[in-house]
């Protein structure tokens, strides 16, 4: 038997976690366009080997297992990737590159 009161506990602490991590992206994606970047943004779930083609830098913006994801899809071994942890208040993101906390993406993601 579920608590909904537990439910309802967990269905905030995921919601707050997923609004941080899109918020922080989004702000990292506008802040490659602003800056005249081409950028290409795929999820990565949707994420295919032709995404990858013809590209100068890979960025996974999430944790380490969407680092390790995006990581292992890569097959040039010559192409950079960028792991950065969007929410590292909540994950430890030892694999990423960067790590953004909310409080101070403003001034860490220009």
């Not at 990292?28 to 970047?37: C, N, P």
């Not at 032709?50 to 097959?75: H, R």
Request: proline share 4%; no cysteine; hydrophobic share 35%.
């Amino acid at each position: 038997m579920q608590s909904s009161y537990v439910e309802n506990v967990l269905m905030k602490t995921w919601q707050e976690a997923a609004n941080i991590h899109i918020t922080v992206a989004d702000q990292i994606i506008q802040s490659f366009k602003d800056s005249g970047r081409q950028v290409q943004v795929t999820r990565d779930y949707q994420l295919t080997d032709k995404d990858l083609e013809n590209k100068d830098l890979i960025v996974s913006l999430g944790g380490d297992g969407t680092f390790l994801k995006t990581a292992s899809m890569v097959k040039v071994n010559t192409l950079p990737i960028v792991g950065i942890n969007t929410d590292p208040a909540r994950s430890v993101g030892h694999l990423t590159s960067i790590k953004i906390p909310y409080e101070y993406r403003k001034k860490e993601i220009p």
